[in-house]
C-alpha cells in the first residue's frame, strides 16, 4: 500500500482512503457514480508493467492514455466536463506573478 503525507490532517494517508474520498466527493458533486483511481507517475523514467495494478498504478505520464483506453470505462464527453470543472474549482493554484524582464 502506498502513504502519502496529508498535510492538512497532520497525517499519513493511504491512497486507497484519498481515492475513496475523490470517488465520494465528484459522485456527489456531479451527481453520477465516479471511481477514482490513484496515479503515480515517474517522469523520465521507463516503467514496465509486469502485474496488474491493485491498489494504485505506477506509471509514466505517458502511459495513462493507454491505460486509461485499456481499462473499457467510457465516460461521457458531458461527465468528463463536469468532472474537470469540479476539479477545476477545487484545485487551483496560486500562482505568483513573474517579476518584470529588465
Known amino acids: 500500500m502506498f502513504y502519502i503525507q496529508d498535510t492538512a490532517a497532520g497525517k499519513q494517508t493511504s491512497l486507497r482512503t484519498k481515492d475513496e474520498t475523490v470517488s465520494k466527493w465528484l459522485t456527489s458533486a456531479v451527481g453520477e457514480r465516479v471511481q477514482a483511481t490513484p496515479i503515480l507517475t515517474l517522469p523520465g523514467w521507463w516503467v514496465e508493467l509486469k502485474a ?51
Open 52 to 102: 496488474p495494478a491493485r491498489d494504485v498504478y505506477i506509471l509514466n505520464p505517458k502511459q495513462i492514455a493507454g491505460i486509461c483506453k485499456s481499462r473499457g470505462n467510457r465516460v461521457s464527453e458531458n461527465l468528463v466536463k463536469r468532472i474537470c470543472h469540479q476539479l477545476d474549482q477545487k484545485c487551483k493554484l496560486e500562482v505568483a506573478p513573474k517579476a518584470p524582464v529588465a
